[in-house]
């Protein structure tokens, strides 16, 4: 069965600029999670989605935010965008919230320059 | 949240069995004990769970201390392609919001030598 997939894989964007990354979670996955990974703090939770609800947020700023459509496609949006918003941006999915395993996509590599 | 304690890095030769310590010494009843594991490039990816019984599958086996305050995630036979960031996480199985999301330390970087 096909994984999880983010899209674009990798991109670069302007200080200032907003940026908007998708992500399609498993056929029948309803959770879908996202996360930064950067050098310096790792692997941070940012924020889940389960039935277009937002379930559990991390401790990131409002510039972050995010939604979950009707078929549990997810995007992830960040306005104004600071150099310190460079990482690698994971989506996860899972059957169900609190579900035992969640499965990951490659991510999307954000630059901002 | 309950945290974990892991080496940061470990090295094995290639077709050796390896055993990759982590502690939690804080772990509540409830809390699950996940391993996930990142090869370079790639997003993380679900090896094993277990709560309070060993337990194996094609990937791994995970052996829980009897008073649960430590874990060890072993492969069987160490692979070049085992090479990879390996995390120790503490999920609480009774869901809610601290059950809705993994929180990753900084994991082991394990090193497979032909």
């Known amino acids: 069965k096909a994984g999880v997939t983010q899209t674009p894989r990798y991109l670069i964007k302007t200080r200032g600029q907003q940026v908007t990354l998708s992500c399609s979670p498993i056929s029948g996955h309803r959770s879908v999670s996202w996360y930064q990974q950067t050098p310096g703090q790792g692997l941070q939770f940012l924020f889940e989605?389960?039935?277009?609800?937002?379930?559990n947020k991390g401790n990131f700023p409002g510039r972050f935010s995010g939604r979950q459509f009707s078929n549990s496609r997810s995007e992830m949006n960040v306005s104004t965008l600071e150099l310190g918003d460079s990482a690698l941006y994971l989506c996860?999915?899972?059957?169900?919230?609190?579900?035992?395993?969640?499965?990951f996509g490659s991510g999307t590599r954000l630059t901002v320059v | 949240d309950a945290k974990t304690t892991q080496p940061n890095s470990m090295e094995s030769n290639e077709e050796e069995p390896v055993h990759l310590p982590c502690n939690h010494s804080t772990i509540s009843g409830t809390d699950y004990i996940h391993w996930y594991r990142q090869l370079p490039s790639q997003g993380p990816e679900y090896v094993i769970h277990?709560?309070?019984s060993n337990v194996n599958n094609r990937m791994a086996s995970l052996a829980i201390a009897e008073d649960r305050k430590s874990s060890t995630l072993i492969l069987h036979r160490a692979t070049l392609r085992d090479a990879a960031v390996y995390y120790c996480i503490l999920r609480d199985r009774t869901g809610g919001n601290a059950g809705n999301m993994l929180t990753f330390g900084g994991g082991t970087r394990l090193m497979v030598k032909p």
């Open positions: 989605y389960f039935s277009e609800t937002q379930r």
């Open positions: 996860a999915s899972s059957r169900e919230t609190g579900g035992y395993g969640y499965t």
């Open positions: 277990g709560l309070t």
